[in-house]
């Protein structure tokens, strides 16, 4: 240390000029630049004709496989959000970014959400929410390249936010297939689930369809 | 940005402002450089640019579960490690043995970020140099790293893969083949890089004698990683202080020698991490044989923790030295403190020392050299 704290003011040179004790010499052919110049254009020219491994990206889109963790999307079930406004992804989200407003509504569920807005400067793509929601209502889509100009523009409302359930089928596929590995070959998403009332609770409700398509049965059948 | 000072009757001392956009300071860093001439006399970090409170965030999260998250975001060229060392610090303070597949699997990730790692750290340690060509080729390599992440994590760079008590998820049905696959295609890869850049005599005479950083010095400043090691001390917690099962492998601690300059130059800085991408094979290739094929990855540990109160420190060996996390917990879900050591920022705060004396281009390969990550100097 001692030797570090003097002489702060005359310059030291560090870049020793003699020879270490250990150093290894080099060869004569290591001393001319010139081979290590055309070792790299050498090594350069053999990779022009080995497969191409860039992706030229804005014109060529990457396809994500069913895993990635894109932009947080809420599942649109026939026309609806199939979001009941719990609020449990908002509490398990890291950085805060998701609010919402419940409401209630005339459906079979009760609840929706009046607003539902995830802030994606502040999202960092954890995954939490997909994970703690009951509904699977949120889910991460492949959508990574996200623009916006302002920071008003980046808060996602539901008209943003909310994507049809078929363009999400290979995540929803995945989570499936995903949930029944963890908890055992029992689990599976029940869309009648969906449906939280107590109210006419009565009815065998696993007929495995949608829930509006369950009311439509319904109707036929009355 | 320039400006001359005249200080009493020495000779007149130049101030230039390195940073905070300058490319080779790998980041958002600024230096205050103070120069005599083309003489670098004085260095001064001014770090705080990426600050992001990790440690107050930390604190007052919803729980311990959620801080995981922003761990990958200290250091984000080794996400993994960092979450390492955060999920062993809380099985520590919570008691919680993990399962054996669980370990297997932490480890090969790690050691597959350490090499993502230390592919990006000599690949821009050569593009500050002006060697171009290694730089694009390391980076094929580690788009097949962060590949054979993507498949069993979900993102390619910030993983959010390790929690505690477990993992997110099991891996891919794929991944033994794709990482035994790539730790094969990948060991000739070192043997390429060795060729185009180690003894390339443009590359020796920019790192050899350059910033030198004697033992002694190394071990007051608290230097750890590659840094120390380039120095020629052999210390690495994976084998002095074995954590999760690193005392199960057989593989060595590579470090300098001074073998083309003085002990503890940059180029021995530089070499270490080469030696260490193969030593982190080696233990790849054990783990991937003695990891068990089936078993839950998720322990029964409820998504919100409390523990009883108490402290802990627990530290790990990231690409970049030594990661502690001290953590103090009352009895609430949240941590009460939660602190970290980041190797980054020690390894910084030797920047003065080292650069003392050296030519204002050579202050570039020594910034190359101890490779810090901003994101961890600032947290
Ligand atoms: S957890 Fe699911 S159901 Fe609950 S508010 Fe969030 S998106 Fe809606
Ligand atoms: S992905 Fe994570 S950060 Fe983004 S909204 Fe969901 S929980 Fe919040």
Redesign the interface.
Known sequence: ?AD?TQN??K???????EN?E???K?TIL????LP?IF??LW??LK?MFKPK?TMMYPEEKWD??A???GRPVLVEDNGKERCVACGLCA??C?PLAISMQAEETEDEKERYPAFFEINMLRC?????CEE?CPEEAIV?SKDYDLVYHSRAEAIYGKDKLLVDKEDLKERLDFLKE?KN??FGQFWKFRQDNNIHSVRDRDEEWDTGLSLVDLLESKKETD | MIEIVQKGKSRPEMVINMGPQHPSTHGVLRLEVTLDGELVTHVRPHIGYLHRCFEKYGESVGDYGMVTPFTDRMDYVSAMNQEHGYVIAMERLLDIEVPERVEYIRVIMAELQRIASHLLAVGTFGLDLGAFTPFLYVFTEREKILDIFEKSSGARLLYNYMCIGGLMRDVDDDFKKDTEEFVRTFRPKITELQNLLTYNSIFIKRTAHIGVLPPKVALNYAASGPVLRGSGVKWDLRKNNPYSIYDRFDFDIPVGEGEVGTLGDCWDRYIVRVLEMEESCKIIEQALEAMPDEGDVQQNVPKRVRTKPGEIYARTETPRGELGYYIISDTSAKPYRIKARAPSFVNLSLLPAISRGSLMSDLVAIVGSIDIVLGEVDR
């Not at chain 1, 310059?11 to 000029?17: C, F, M, S």
């Not at chain 1, 290591?30 to 630049?33: F, M, P, Q």
């Not at chain 1, 960092?124 to 939490?128: D, L, N, S, V």
């Open positions: 240390m570090l702060l003011d310059p030291v040179r560090n870049a020793l000029t270490h250990n150093e290894r080099l290591e001393k001319i630049y290590e070792k790299g090594y350069t990779q491994v994500p496989p895993i990635f963790r509490r398990a890291p960092i793509y954890c995954g939490f703690v991460m995903y590995r963890q």
